[in-house]
């Protein structure tokens, strides 16, 4: 079955960086798309970032562009997210989620549990 | 950026009642709309995509509709294993974004 695993969440200082992995397995990761989304304290879900199954595209919400690095390791069948310059608004918890076909425009048909991430000084 | 505006933000019904979430987009997305459940603590599982295809496994109580740039979820015959809160997301193109969740609650 598909497995979604997320770690590197924690606390960390406005400015500062942290960067997410998200382990997989069950399915050819090579053939999907992957994303990121979030989803703050009591509130709603946010998209983040998404790759390309090919990994030619990158796509970015507004609010971490220039912030937030997606990218992933095919042999490891991994999937990260650098984020820097951390701000108070970032906390949430980071959910990784395949996409439901290899193209950047799909919708997330498998989530992992989270993991959390808590900017504040 | 396109907008999608969820209505209502919340409602309470009865189980056996008939349910209706509306979503509704600042331009025009195609049938490019999904539907999401997420139950108290739970991580989100995708109900609906391309408007009104149900994923693997939903029940057949689920159904999405489109008209426009409206789409509707509607949730026949309320189950108390349908409490939780719904999102829809746009997805034809980047930024993939959300609406803003209808949370269901059995009165």
């Known amino acids: 079955q598909v497995t979604l695993v997320e770690s590197g969440g924690g606390l960390v200082p406005p400015g500062r960086s942290l960067r997410l992995t998200c382990a997989t397995s069950g399915f050819t990761f090579m053939t999907y798309a992957m994303h990121w989304a979030r989803q703050a304290p009591g509130k709603g879900l946010e998209w983040v970032a998404v790759l390309s199954s090919d990994g030619r595209e990158t796509f970015y919400a507004d609010s971490v562009k220039g912030r937030f690095t997606i990218s992933r390791d095919t042999s490891k069948n991994a999937l990260y997210l650098q984020m820097d310059s951390l701000r108070p608004d970032d906390t949430a918890l980071y959910h990784c989620?395949?996409?439901?076909?290899?193209?950047?425009?799909?919708?997330?048909?498998?989530w992992g549990q989270g993991t959390l991430v808590s900017v504040s000084s | 950026d396109i907008q999608m505006t969820q209505s209502p933000s919340s409602l309470s019904a009865s189980v056996g009642d008939r349910v209706t979430i509306t979503c509704r987009a600042s331009q025009v997305i195609g049938d490019y709309l999904a539907w999401y459940q997420q139950k108290p603590g739970k991580v989100p599982k995708l109900l609906i995509y391309?408007?009104?295809t149900l994923q693997s496994g939903v029940p057949s109580r689920f159904r999405g509709t489109r008209s426009g740039t409206d789409f509707t979820l509607t949730i026949t015959n309320l189950q108390p294993e349908d409490v939780g809160t719904y999102y829809c997301?746009?997805?034809?193109?980047?930024?993939?974004?959300f609406g803003g969740g209808t949370t269901v609650e059995i009165k």
């Open positions: 391309v408007a009104s």
């Open positions: 989620v395949r996409g439901g076909s290899p193209f950047s425009s799909s919708p997330g048909d498998n």
């Open positions: 997301q746009k997805y034809n193109s980047a930024p993939l974004t």
